[in-house]
């Protein structure tokens, strides 16, 4: 124990002669009755008495001279921190190691006036409850507890999130969109929060604003505040630019308009060119007559030009992914009905795997405005033997309202191609195209259109 802080000073004899410790625990030697601390007595253990020399130490704990020792009142060792405990020496140790009572009682020494209670020193380091690392004095944990202390429960002030004090600190604040930051242009908004930064940026009086003439090239700023006082110190800049800009736009016009210009007289040459081309068609085909216009308006008043044959290339790999083929699109007749033609190696409905496809698809043409709908009229097809170059199969479908559905041979409305066409679903057997030598060549079946009329 640290030494003590009596009240009064005690008499010598209270003292051990050896260790110069007050006898806190006093022993009697037998031998000749004088009395030893227990340290002294640990250290004269196994000797000669160090009062009378006898041979035969032997100590006993005088527990009558021990209670009166203990009513010896001593101070806090605390005193100097401010504790004003006073009580006797049994119940420092107490006092110290929160025991106490709370048992009041006054007293004076030497003018003095002390309180000796019983009661725990607020003065003792103690850790923290909470388990922060901070050492406080027992009696300002509750002061710590609810002002200081970073494991503490706390609230968010802002948005009410509830967390520990250090999480609010480290983790919640620096994210919180309520939390009330400064301007960062020092305009002295105090209510601006995370969230409303930008807006209030936008607004605030001190953010500087490119100049309005900034698409005219002015690189000045002006704060919101004031914006006049950067327009009135620039006007001449601002009319140079300006008139820079009219400049450039004029140039950019001028030659705008030499390229269409020259766009025109190119339209107008390849115009001219069309129409005589378009001439030269119809007189060789002997049906032009001085008040027919360039395309007729007639299905049945031009032939039919047989467009190239349709080749259907990776045969196999259609088949086996039984996917469809579409050919490049084609026309009816001059002036006539936009379409292409589609083939499933694979077949399709009742028919799939067992036969070939083939179906004609109407498209979005440039002639439907003055074409006839639906589509009616005659399709001729031959299957073409490649090593002969001669028709292996000829096959012949009449298109009117009997034979194909009208959504098949109405006009394209929506997209480029209707989806459901006409044709032969069984055009040929797969057995049969392996019979047939020579029509499926280099992976490629080729079909000719031989004839179609448009009724």
Known sequence: MELLDFVTPPSTTYFCPLTNEFLLQPYQTVCCGNHLSATAVAQTQNGDCPFCGSKELTCILDKFYQRQLSAINVRCSNKSLGCKWIGNVALLKRHLNNEGDTNVTRGESAGNEYEFVD?????????????CPEIIYRGNV?????????????????????????EMA????????NYILPCPNECGASDVTRSGMDSHIRRCPKTRVPCAFAYAGCPGYAANEA???????????????????????????????????????????????LKALTQQLQSLTGIVRPDERSYPP???????????????????????????????????????????????????????GSHVSLTFHLMRGPF???????????????????????????????????TVSEKATSRVMNGERNTAGFGFLQFVSHKQLAAFSGCLENDSLRVRILKMAAA
């Not at 202390?149 to 250090?166: L, M, N, S, V």
């Not at 480290?170 to 969109?177: F, G, L, Q």
Request: proline share 7%; charged share 25%; net charge negative.
């Open 119 to 131: 009661y725990d020193c607020s003065y003792v380091e103690v850790s923290c409850p909470a388990g």
């Open 142 to 166: 509750k002061e710590h507890m609810v002002d200081s202390c970073i494991k503490r429960d706390y609230k968010c002030q802002y948005c009410g999130y509830e967390a520990t004090y250090e």
């Open 170 to 177: 480290v983790k919640h604040w620096p994210i919180c969109p």
């Open 227 to 273: 914006p006049s006082a950067h327009m009135e110190r620039y006007v001449g800049q601002h009319l140079e630019l300006l008139g820079e800009i009219v400049l450039s736009m004029h140039s950019e016009m001028e030659r705008k308009n030499a390229q269409i210009s020259y766009m025109e007289r190119k339209m107008k040459q390849q115009d001219d060119a």
């Open 298 to 352: 007639t299905q049945n008043s031009t032939p039919f030009i047989q467009p190239p044959d349709v080749v259907v290339p990776s045969f196999d790999k259609h088949k086996r992914n039984d996917e469809w083929w579409f050919s490049p699109p084609f026309y009816s007749h001059v002036g006539g009905y936009k379409m292409c033609a589609g083939v499933c190696p694979n077949g399709t409905g009742k028919f799939k």
């Open 368 to 402: 439907d405005d003055d074409l006839v709908w639906p589509f009616r009229g005659e399709l001729t097809i031959q299957l073409i033997n490649q090593k002969k170059m001669k028709s292996q199969l000829e096959e012949t479908i009449h298109i009117h309202e009997d």
